[in-house]
């Protein structure tokens, strides 16, 4: 599985959206409706599903979709 | 004490006898059981293996998904219950200011589930990965929150923590709300969902729970029989929508009866135990009568706590005596917890729940277990089948670990009669 379809699953799991809502470009909070605390566990899953640990500061830089696979690329996570 | 006057005008309920006030309602009153074989854990880690749960509820479907995953069991009993309740007053954004509306919901513990799984997560992996909807989900108000963000609820709101007499006690505040002119609707009542392994586990350990019909559990429930061992644990959620009578009448709502008075005491006496004769329930029984402008002699019926222990059935025996004195002989008394087992928190609406439809209905439900009357157990229990009768008053009893003690006097609605 590529890691967007992998992120997506996260995503669509943890706050109950549409796999088809969750694009490049939505918005984890304006467009797929998450608060603070989706957001919290949120990065929880990412951390639990990838083995990595996210900072306060770099996951309030993760505001769309993309953002977050860009970032776990920039982790050298693939997929 | 004020000259408004508070009704029922909706009802709504999740029980282990269903989750519709209909069927719940006719399952109390043709003595159907809904206690079972625990089916959600393994029943033999426990002492006593039967429950009464509530069925065929998804509360993805119920509610919606988002709800279903960011709420304890207990809220979404509360979310379910309120909203069936809400729709059977029929009231509405247009026929009431929703800061009129106050929302006052009882648990006696709240979310046990959510604490239960998160602690073994922070045992397991630490604190760090405890959720972000742990105290949220767990907190025993949340019940009364959630149903207010659902409802457009804008009133007093709040929740009440008195072990089994908890949802009796957000009645009486809901009343005292009305009366004090704070709110003219309160969605009010109780919500529980203590099938878990702690909190049946911890039951168990009191000995407070039947432990004799685990192979027969349809009939371990029975409130003053001789053969009685302890209360069958049950979840569930009734919720009550209350108004104040010129509002509902103005607008035609369907009355179910009058909540005419309230009693409240605590024995400060024992942790658990109930004081000796149920000398603290009869002063709060005795407290509902003069609040409601009642003496004994018009009590017909008294909705028991009842709960099939040993110590409660045979004190709340003496309690109804030295409250109704000679009047005891006549009044019918009967404890439906013989079908749903103890809601715990839940339990006290649900059985003012179960009186206003008795009082409705002029049938009384029965304590459809008892066989053989326990010793001191000597009242007119209604054993059995449920008794056509023409009841005026009742009184509903919840008592609380803790030593706290709740009746409400209740009376049918005269547009009834």
């Keep these: 599985m590529s890691l967007e379809n992998r992120i997506a699953e996260i995503i669509v799991s943890r706050l109950n959206v549409k796999p088809e809502e969750v694009t490049d470009s939505a918005n984890l909070k304006d467009d797929l409706g998450a608060d603070s605390l989706d957001m919290v566990d949120l990065m929880m899953d990412l951390e639990d599903t990838f083995n990595l640990k996210i900072s306060d500061e770099e996951g309030n830089t993760l505001q769309t979709v993309g953002s977050v696979v860009a970032f776990l690329k920039t982790k050298g996570i693939e997929a | ?417």
């Design chain 2, 1 to 417: 004490m004020s000259d408004k006057r508070v009704v029922i005008t909706g009802l709504g309920v999740l029980s282990p006898i269903g989750n519709t006030t209909s069927e719940a309602w006719e399952n109390a009153v043709n003595g159907k059981s809904g206690v079972s074989r625990i089916s959600t854990l393994d029943p033999e880690l426990f002492t006593s293996q039967v429950a009464g749960m509530v069925k065929d509820f998804d509360p993805a479907e119920v509610l919606d998904p988002k709800s279903a995953r960011r709420n304890d069991r207990y809220t979404q009993f509360a979310m379910a219950a309120a909203r069936q309740a809400w729709a059977d007053s029929g009231l509405s954004e247009e026929s009431i200011d929703p800061e009129r509306v106050g929302v006052i919901i009882g648990s006696g513990v709240g979310g046990m589930e959510t604490f239960e799984t998160q602690h073994t997560i922070a045992m397991d992996r630490g604190p760090r990965r405890i959720s972000s909807m742990f105290v949220p989900m767990m907190i025993s108000n949340m019940a009364a929150g959630q149903v207010a963000i659902d409802l457009n609820a804008k009133g007093p709101n709040f929740a009440t923590v008195t072990a089994c007499a908890s949802s009796s006690h957000a009645i009486a505040s809901s009343v005292d709300a009305i009366h004090l002119g704070r709110a003219e609707v309160m969605v009010t009542g109780g919500s529980e969902a203590p099938i878990t392994l702690m909190s049946v586990g911890g039951f168990c350990s009191m000995k407070a729970l039947c432990t004799t019909f685990n192979d027969d559990p349809e009939k371990a429930s029975r409130p003053f029989d001789k053969d009685r061992s302890g209360f069958v644990i049950a979840e569930g959620a009734c919720i009550l929508v209350l108004e104040e009578l010129e509002h509902a009448e103005a607008r035609g709502a369907d009355i179910i009866a009058e909540i005419a008075g309230v009693g409240m005491s605590c024995d400060a006496h024992h942790i658990t135990a109930p004081a000796p004769g149920g000398e603290g329930c009869a002063r709060a029984m005795t407290m509902a009568m003069k609040d409601a402008g009642m003496t004994p002699g018009d009590v017909d019926y008294v909705n028991a706590h009842g709960t099939s222990t040993i110590l409660n059935d045979i004190n709340e025996t003496s309690a109804i005596k030295a409250a109704l004195g000679s009047h005891a002989d006549e009044v019918l008394v009967s404890s439906t917890k013989s079908t749903h087992g103890h809601m715990l928190g839940a339990t006290g609406a649900m059985e003012i729940m179960l009186s206003s439809l008795a009082l409705k209905n002029g049938l009384v439900p029965p304590t459809s277990t008892l066989e053989t009357p326990g010793e001191g157990c000597d009242l007119d229990y209604v054993p059995g089948t449920a008794r056509k009768a023409n009841i005026q008053c009742a009184l509903s009893n919840s008592l609380g670990f803790g030593g706290h003690n709740v009746s409400i006097a209740l009376r049918k609605y005269k547009g009834d009669s």
